[in-house]
């Protein structure tokens, strides 16, 4: 099935889809881990005069230091000012650049093991296509290609979680022949909707929890590092939380952001619960990935369905990831809150033991980037790629899969995950799942 699979698409569409790639130079890089940093270290930058920064420091000012999750979610999503909410953040005029950008390998066999497990599971139809956290739409539009290809006679609807409005109308554009955003006070579930150009109706929902119940095969991409972290230290045998603060007269410049430690336990401290063997003194803790991930576990669970999370991510050992991106470099998350990306490494151990204990979910994985795509056989449909292309777009195509599956690159910096119904647990066992075994 995945020989057959590899073979999607015209030369036409090969070389179309070759040069709208973005430009895989030095700088498009992805996102990297920083060095590490103290946390009661002070910002020495200035925090900028942006209206969300002011927002900020008088917020503080009035009330004390915030959480880290807060700051966090007030800077990407503030409906206003918020990084996300308003522009184009993506490729390489924006700050960052992810996986579906820079191939379209990668879409392709995503939406292949889509398929294939899918096919194990029965072909069960009508069935649900749901994103979390789209994107421009690439993951979606090259997923899309695939399950038209090979759905056969299954009927299914897309449907996307997104609370941007700018980046919901980018994603419309990219895979609908036409779309309309319904008025405010329409009282549905959904806020926009459309249809594709073979006829599949789209969605677009601001929760998870808004996604009409049924089967589902739901993607999360590059979803739950953008979820906010609570930054949590061990102090005498307690939890304490890293907060932000405004600086005063402590030797950091007056009114820039700063890391405080909290005096005695915050609410969300004293009700941590290390999961069994943590040896780490600090870690970062996403209450919100804790509560989409059960929310995404009790569906499979209920509905039937497979998930696949993909991210930056680790197995419970780092302590510190919070990080900023401007121009696709590292940059002070401190410093002019609003515009640059925040993100933190995902807690796979974490997302795999809320899916396994608040839904009965099977798990599989976390299995790196690199070794699913070369186990999906990468290297093949690379070669159909190169052998379709012009010749000045074939080091594009090859480098830009060497950078998905380069352990030095994004190979093993990003992890794939996989959830099915933990009544297929010992079917799973027999009939092996594809890229995680």
């Not at 990297?32 to 503080?60: H, V, Y």
């Not at 915030?66 to 005029?93: C, H, K, S």
Request: with cysteine; proline share 6%; aromatic share 8%.
């Amino acid at each position: 099935m995945l020989r057959e699979a590899l073979r999607i698409g015209s030369r036409r569409w090969y070389s179309y889809k070759s040069v709208r790639r973005p430009n895989l130079g030095a700088t498009s890089a992805p996102k990297m881990e920083p060095p590490k940093k103290q946390p009661e270290s002070s910002s020495k930058a200035e925090s900028g005069d942006g209206s969300l920064a002011k927002q900020l420091r008088a917020k503080i000012l009035s009330t004390g230091p915030i959480p880290v999750a807060e700051y966090m979610r007030e800077v990407l999503t503030n409906p206003q000012a918020g990084y996300y909410m308003n522009r184009d953040v993506f490729g390489r005029e924006g700050d960052f650049i992810t996986s579906p950008e820079i191939s379209q390998i990668f879409g392709e066999l995503v939406g292949i093991w889509l398929v294939s497990e899918w096919r194990k599971m029965g072909s069960p139809s009508p069935f649900q296509l749901v994103e979390l956290g789209p994107g421009r739409g690439t993951l979606a539009r090259d997923v899309l290609k695939v399950l038209t290809k090979f759905k056969q006679d299954a009927e299914f609807s897309m449907h996307m979680v997104e609370v941007s409005p700018f980046l919901s109308k980018a994603q419309a554009q990219r895979f609908c022949y036409s779309h309309q955003t319904l008025p405010e006070d329409s009282q549905l579930p959904h806020y926009q909707e459309g249809t594709t150009a073979s006829g599949t109706k789209a969605f677009w929902h601001r929760r998870l929890e808004d996604v009409p119940q049924g089967f589902s095969l739901v993607l999360a991409h590059e979803f739950f590092d953008a979820l906010p972290v609570h930054k949590l230290q061990l102090v005498d045998g307690k939890w304490q939380e890293v907060l932000i603060d405004v600086a005063s007269s402590d030797g950091a410049q007056e009114g820039s952001f700063r890391y405080v430690l909290s005096r005695s336990q915050t609410p969300v401290s004293s009700l941590y619960r290390p999961l069994p063997g943590e040896t780490r003194s600090c870690l970062e803790h996403s209450l919100e990935t804790e509560r989409q991930v059960g929310l995404l576990a009790e569906r499979i669970e209920r509905d039937g369905g497979i998930a696949l999370v993909m991210d930056y991510g680790h197995f419970g050992e780092k302590t510190d990831t919070f990080r900023a991106f401007k121009q696709h470099k590292l940059h002070d998350p401190l410093v002019e809150p609003g515009s640059a990306d925040l993100t933190a490494d995902v807690d796979f151990k974490l997302v795999r033991h809320i899916a396994e204990t608040r839904g009965n979910v099977h798990c599989c994985g976390p299995v790196e980037q690199g070794l699913f795509l070369q186990r999906m056989q990468g290297e093949a449909r690379l070669e159909q790629l190169l052998a379709h292309a012009l010749p000045e777009n074939q080091e594009i195509i090859r480098s830009g899969y060497e950078m998905l599956t380069d352990p030095a690159q994004m190979g093993s910096r990003f992890k794939f995950l996989a959830m099915f119904p933990g009544v297929l647990a010992t079917h799973l066992d027999k009939y092996p799942v594809v890229g995680f075994s």
